[in-house]
């Protein structure tokens, strides 16, 4: 799964935009970033990054991130 597959499941889910970030950081969202030695998810809050998780891949990435919000019900 790409950044771009991710993002357009999510809409067709119903998942809030505003409960997560794909580029970058935002405030109370579950973030996606790209590093030099791969791919993290993390949950920002007040510039804190909380139950960051590395991963090697887009797709490994993604796919977790998924999960994450469709498991949180506060994200629909």
Do not use: P
């Not at 949950?43 to 977790?64: I, L, V």
């Amino acid at each position: 799964m790409t950044v771009i597959e991710l993002q357009t499941e999510l809409e067709a889910l119903g998942v809030r935009r505003d409960s997560y970030c794909l580029d970058g950081d935002a405030d109370e969202a579950y973030c996606l970033r790209k590093s030099s030695s791969g791919w993290y998810v993390y949950y920002s809050e007040r510039g804190m990054e909380s139950g960051r998780k590395d991963f090697s891949n887009e797709s490994s990435a993604c796919e977790y991130l998924r999960s994450l919000l469709v498991s949180d019900s506060s994200t629909h």
